[in-house]
Protein backbone atom coordinates (compact mmCIF):
# COMPACT_ATOMS: atom_id res chain seq x y z
CA UNK A 1 0.00 0.00 0.00
CA UNK A 2 1.41 3.72 -1.09
CA UNK A 3 -0.17 6.34 2.08
CA UNK A 4 0.98 9.36 3.22
CA UNK A 5 -0.54 10.41 6.75
CA UNK A 6 -0.55 13.72 8.30
CA UNK A 7 -1.51 12.71 11.81
CA UNK A 8 -1.87 16.48 12.75
CA UNK A 9 -5.17 18.34 11.14
CA UNK A 10 -4.57 21.66 12.23
CA UNK A 11 -2.01 23.52 14.67
CA UNK A 12 -1.87 26.76 16.12
CA UNK A 13 1.07 28.13 17.01
CA UNK A 14 2.22 32.12 18.15
CA UNK A 15 4.72 33.91 16.18
CA UNK A 16 8.71 33.51 16.40
CA UNK A 17 7.75 29.55 17.64
CA UNK A 18 9.48 26.52 16.44
CA UNK A 19 6.83 24.24 14.51
CA UNK A 20 7.02 20.58 13.25
CA UNK A 21 4.90 19.23 10.89
CA UNK A 22 4.64 15.61 10.65
CA UNK A 23 4.62 13.15 8.02
CA UNK A 24 4.54 9.04 7.90
CA UNK A 25 4.82 7.50 4.42
CA UNK A 26 3.92 4.00 3.34
CA UNK A 27 5.72 2.31 0.44
CA UNK A 28 6.71 -1.53 -0.73
CA UNK A 29 9.53 0.70 -3.26
CA UNK A 30 13.03 1.06 -2.76
CA UNK A 31 13.06 4.00 -5.02
CA UNK A 32 10.73 6.56 -4.36
CA UNK A 33 10.39 10.77 -3.82
CA UNK A 34 9.16 12.82 -1.38
CA UNK A 35 7.40 16.10 -1.09
CA UNK A 36 6.25 19.10 1.02
CA UNK A 37 3.82 21.54 -0.68
CA UNK A 38 2.20 24.61 0.61
CA UNK A 39 -1.55 25.97 0.00
CA UNK A 40 -1.61 29.29 0.86
CA UNK A 41 -5.71 30.98 0.94
CA UNK A 42 -5.41 31.47 -2.48
CA UNK A 43 -5.18 27.92 -3.03
CA UNK A 44 -2.11 27.35 -5.19
CA UNK A 45 -0.05 24.29 -4.42
CA UNK A 46 3.68 25.71 -3.81
CA UNK A 47 7.02 23.24 -3.82
CA UNK A 48 8.51 23.21 -1.22
CA UNK A 49 10.91 20.32 -1.60
CA UNK A 50 11.34 16.90 -3.05
CA UNK A 51 14.00 14.37 -1.45
CA UNK A 52 14.38 10.86 -3.44
CA UNK A 53 14.69 7.72 -0.87
CA UNK A 54 18.44 7.12 -1.30
CA UNK A 55 19.50 10.90 -0.41
CA UNK A 56 18.79 10.77 3.79
CA UNK A 57 20.06 13.87 4.25
CA UNK A 58 18.27 16.43 6.71
CA UNK A 59 18.10 19.72 4.50
CA UNK A 60 17.86 23.38 5.66
CA UNK A 61 16.92 26.08 3.80
CA UNK A 62 16.52 29.64 5.11
CA UNK A 63 13.33 29.05 8.03
CA UNK A 64 12.59 25.72 7.02
CA UNK A 65 14.27 22.26 7.88
CA UNK A 66 13.50 18.58 6.68
CA UNK A 67 14.68 15.73 8.37
CA UNK A 68 14.24 12.35 6.46
CA UNK A 69 14.08 8.93 8.69
CA UNK A 70 13.68 6.39 6.66
CA UNK A 71 13.86 3.64 9.64
CA UNK A 72 10.75 5.43 11.08
CA UNK A 73 9.43 5.92 7.20
CA UNK A 74 9.17 9.92 8.43
CA UNK A 75 9.74 12.81 6.43
CA UNK A 76 9.33 16.20 9.06
CA UNK A 77 9.24 19.66 8.29
CA UNK A 78 9.98 22.36 10.84
CA UNK A 79 9.82 25.81 10.78
CA UNK A 80 11.85 27.59 12.75
CA UNK A 81 11.22 31.61 14.14
CA UNK A 82 7.20 31.18 12.24
CA UNK A 83 5.74 34.14 10.71
CA UNK A 84 2.55 34.89 9.55
CA UNK A 85 2.64 34.58 6.41
CA UNK A 86 3.52 30.74 7.36
CA UNK A 87 -0.24 30.34 8.04
CA UNK A 88 -1.67 27.52 5.31
CA UNK A 89 -1.59 23.77 4.41
CA UNK A 90 0.98 21.88 4.73
CA UNK A 91 0.92 18.89 2.47
CA UNK A 92 3.16 16.14 2.24
CA UNK A 93 3.33 13.71 -0.67
CA UNK A 94 4.95 10.68 -2.15
CA UNK A 95 5.76 9.45 -5.75
CA UNK A 96 7.14 6.04 -7.15
CA UNK A 97 8.25 5.96 -10.33
CA UNK A 98 5.25 5.71 -11.64
CA UNK A 99 5.09 9.68 -11.66
CA UNK A 100 1.84 10.18 -10.09
CA UNK A 101 1.45 11.96 -6.67
CA UNK A 102 0.12 10.40 -3.54
CA UNK A 103 -0.82 13.78 -0.89
CA UNK A 104 -1.28 13.65 2.79
CA UNK A 105 -4.56 15.31 3.87
CA UNK A 106 -2.66 18.36 5.44
CA UNK A 107 -1.93 19.82 8.43
CA UNK A 108 -3.49 23.09 8.62
CA UNK A 109 -1.33 26.09 10.40
CA UNK A 110 -2.49 28.71 12.21
CA UNK A 111 0.20 31.47 13.00
CA UNK A 112 -1.22 33.53 15.52
CA UNK A 113 0.66 37.18 16.04
CA UNK B 1 10.92 31.09 -14.14
CA UNK B 2 8.22 28.92 -16.95
CA UNK B 3 4.90 28.58 -15.43
CA UNK B 4 1.74 25.90 -16.07
CA UNK B 5 -0.78 28.12 -16.94
CA UNK B 6 -4.41 27.57 -15.94
CA UNK B 7 -7.52 29.07 -17.11
CA UNK B 8 -9.99 29.93 -16.53
CA UNK B 9 -8.97 30.77 -12.80
CA UNK B 10 -13.16 30.24 -11.30
CA UNK B 11 -15.72 29.07 -13.75
CA UNK B 12 -19.39 28.10 -12.33
CA UNK B 13 -21.16 25.74 -14.91
CA UNK B 14 -25.38 24.74 -14.43
CA UNK B 15 -25.26 21.25 -13.18
CA UNK B 16 -25.46 18.43 -16.81
CA UNK B 17 -23.49 21.49 -18.41
CA UNK B 18 -20.03 20.35 -20.40
CA UNK B 19 -16.86 21.96 -19.21
CA UNK B 20 -13.31 22.23 -20.50
CA UNK B 21 -10.37 23.23 -18.29
CA UNK B 22 -7.70 24.65 -19.94
CA UNK B 23 -4.11 24.37 -19.58
CA UNK B 24 -0.47 25.37 -20.83
CA UNK B 25 1.98 23.20 -19.93
CA UNK B 26 5.42 24.21 -19.59
CA UNK B 27 6.67 23.91 -23.17
CA UNK B 28 9.60 21.55 -22.98
CA UNK B 29 7.27 19.31 -20.87
CA UNK B 30 6.80 16.17 -22.27
CA UNK B 31 4.10 14.43 -19.01
CA UNK B 32 1.05 16.16 -18.36
CA UNK B 33 -1.31 15.22 -15.84
CA UNK B 34 -4.50 16.88 -13.88
CA UNK B 35 -5.04 16.41 -10.45
CA UNK B 36 -8.47 17.36 -8.63
CA UNK B 37 -8.99 19.16 -4.35
CA UNK B 38 -12.63 19.25 -3.17
CA UNK B 39 -12.79 21.77 -1.02
CA UNK B 40 -11.05 20.95 2.39
CA UNK B 41 -9.80 18.14 1.33
CA UNK B 42 -6.56 16.66 0.01
CA UNK B 43 -5.08 16.89 -3.55
CA UNK B 44 -6.24 13.55 -4.98
CA UNK B 45 -4.55 12.47 -8.91
CA UNK B 46 -7.02 12.00 -11.70
CA UNK B 47 -4.88 10.97 -15.10
CA UNK B 48 -1.46 11.28 -16.17
CA UNK B 49 -0.81 11.81 -20.01
CA UNK B 50 2.41 11.48 -21.92
CA UNK B 51 2.69 10.63 -25.74
CA UNK B 52 -0.75 11.96 -26.78
CA UNK B 53 -2.17 8.97 -24.87
CA UNK B 54 -3.67 8.21 -21.06
CA UNK B 55 -0.85 6.56 -19.52
CA UNK B 56 -2.80 5.82 -16.07
CA UNK B 57 -5.79 7.05 -14.95
CA UNK B 58 -7.36 7.19 -11.16
CA UNK B 59 -10.95 5.18 -10.29
CA UNK B 60 -12.36 8.92 -9.98
CA UNK B 61 -11.39 9.32 -13.67
CA UNK B 62 -14.69 7.82 -14.87
CA UNK B 63 -16.20 8.23 -18.54
CA UNK B 64 -17.70 11.53 -17.79
CA UNK B 65 -13.84 12.74 -17.86
CA UNK B 66 -11.46 12.76 -20.81
CA UNK B 67 -8.07 14.46 -21.51
CA UNK B 68 -6.77 15.82 -25.04
CA UNK B 69 -4.04 17.76 -26.28
CA UNK B 70 -5.53 19.61 -29.22
CA UNK B 71 -2.66 21.38 -30.61
CA UNK B 72 0.90 21.52 -29.41
CA UNK B 73 0.57 23.64 -26.16
CA UNK B 74 -2.59 22.95 -24.60
CA UNK B 75 -3.79 20.25 -22.53
CA UNK B 76 -7.35 19.91 -22.01
CA UNK B 77 -9.99 18.34 -19.22
CA UNK B 78 -13.31 18.10 -20.46
CA UNK B 79 -16.13 17.09 -17.67
CA UNK B 80 -19.16 15.78 -19.97
CA UNK B 81 -21.90 16.18 -17.96
CA UNK B 82 -21.02 17.90 -14.83
CA UNK B 83 -22.54 17.00 -11.36
CA UNK B 84 -22.43 18.89 -7.78
CA UNK B 85 -19.86 16.49 -6.37
CA UNK B 86 -17.61 17.71 -9.05
CA UNK B 87 -17.32 21.45 -7.54
CA UNK B 88 -13.74 21.36 -6.75
CA UNK B 89 -10.42 23.12 -7.52
CA UNK B 90 -9.12 20.98 -10.25
CA UNK B 91 -4.87 21.33 -11.38
CA UNK B 92 -2.84 21.04 -14.13
CA UNK B 93 1.01 19.49 -13.74
CA UNK B 94 4.03 18.69 -16.29
CA UNK B 95 6.97 17.33 -15.86
CA UNK B 96 10.01 17.38 -17.75
CA UNK B 97 10.65 13.68 -17.73
CA UNK B 98 9.94 10.53 -16.44
CA UNK B 99 10.27 10.06 -12.04
CA UNK B 100 9.07 13.91 -11.45
CA UNK B 101 11.66 15.43 -12.58
CA UNK B 102 10.79 19.26 -12.96
CA UNK B 103 7.10 18.78 -11.71
CA UNK B 104 5.31 21.80 -11.73
CA UNK B 105 1.68 22.78 -10.89
CA UNK B 106 -0.60 25.33 -12.04
CA UNK B 107 -2.76 27.27 -9.73
CA UNK B 108 -5.54 25.74 -10.36
CA UNK B 109 -9.07 25.92 -11.65
CA UNK B 110 -11.59 26.45 -8.98
CA UNK B 111 -14.94 24.77 -10.55
CA UNK B 112 -18.22 25.45 -9.15
CA UNK B 113 -21.34 23.49 -10.55
CA UNK B 114 -24.37 24.56 -9.40
Known amino acids: AQKVTQAQTEISVVEKEDVTLDCVYE???????LFWYKQPPSGELVFLIRRNSFDEQNEISGRYSWNFQKSTSSFNFTITASQVVDSAVYFCALSHQDDKIIFGKGTRLHILP | EPEVTQTPSHQVTQMGQEVILRCVPISNHLYFYWYRQILGQKVEFLVS????????KSEIFDDQFSVERPDGSNFTLKIRSTKLEDSAMYFCASSEAWGNYGYTFGSGTRLTVV
Open chain 2, 49 to 56: FYNNEISE
Open chain 1, 27 to 33: TRDTTYY
